[in-house]
């Protein structure tokens, strides 16, 4: 078994109870994309995986695998996003998050991008300075950028006749790296106006109804 073992750097992008002490989570990993994952007594109240085996939490886990399937056998949270998980809409805006990057996310791909993205999106859904609002746009318009389906120019937009910085800030989230991302701020109308774009070419290129989104949208 110890020549299976490896250590993976990740989040808990979901978590699903099965049988009666066991879990299945899908980890977004630095090394190998997206993984499915057993972790076996989770749900036991002295198991050392109870915490993290939940979602957001981020952190290194130990795997190892099966005939058929992977295991975790030990992890070492860095960060729980505890202050997320007891906000209500900060949840919401993380769950979303997770999903789309799971939307987009393949097993046996390289993940640094996302789950840097990922990691650096929560962590700005947490500072009160930022608008969670504005947060969500960069990070919708960073993954497709990621996933190779956002343009990179924007002409096709100027028949729309968006304010200068809206068509600025389009470029700079574009181009921008992540540690970058969430350094600036805009005004309520060219927020909305970025936010159109980015919501346009969310319905173009993705075919999928989020859950997670649904829930959001109906509390703001």
Do not use: H
């Amino acid at each position: 078994m110890s020549s299976q073992t490896c250590t993976v750097t990740g989040i808990v992008l979901s978590a699903a109870p099965v049988g009666e002490y066991d879990k299945l989570v899908v980890l977004l990993t630095k090394e190998r994309g997206k993984i499915r994952a057993f972790a076996r007594g989770a749900r036991r109240m002295n198991s050392p995986l109870l915490a993290a085996a939940n979602v957001f939490a981020f952190g290194e886990f130990q795997i190892y695998e099966g005939r058929t399937s992977f295991s975790i056998s030990q992890a070492l949270i860095q960060n729980y996003f505890s202050e997320l998980m007891t906000d209500f809409e900060g949840a919401c805006y993380g769950q979303y998050f997770l999903e789309f990057a799971d939307y987009y996310t393949r097993e046996n791909a390289d993940g640094m991008d996302f789950l840097r993205l990922a990691y650096q999106s929560l962590r700005a859904l947490s500072v009160p300075s930022l608008s969670r609002t504005l947060v969500r746009y960069i990070y919708e318009m960073k993954v497709m950028v990621y996933g190779g389906e956002c343009p990179q120019t924007f002409e096709r937009f100027e028949s729309w006749n968006l304010n200068p910085s809206t068509m600025y800030a389009l470029q700079y989230v574009t181009v921008s790296p992540v540690e970058k991302l969430y350094t600036f701020t805009l005004s309520d109308e060219v927020c909305a106006e970025f936010g159109k774009v980015v919501t346009w070419l969310r319905e173009r290129y993705v075919d999928q109804r989020f859950k997670s989104l649904e829930i959001l949208e109906s509390c703001l």
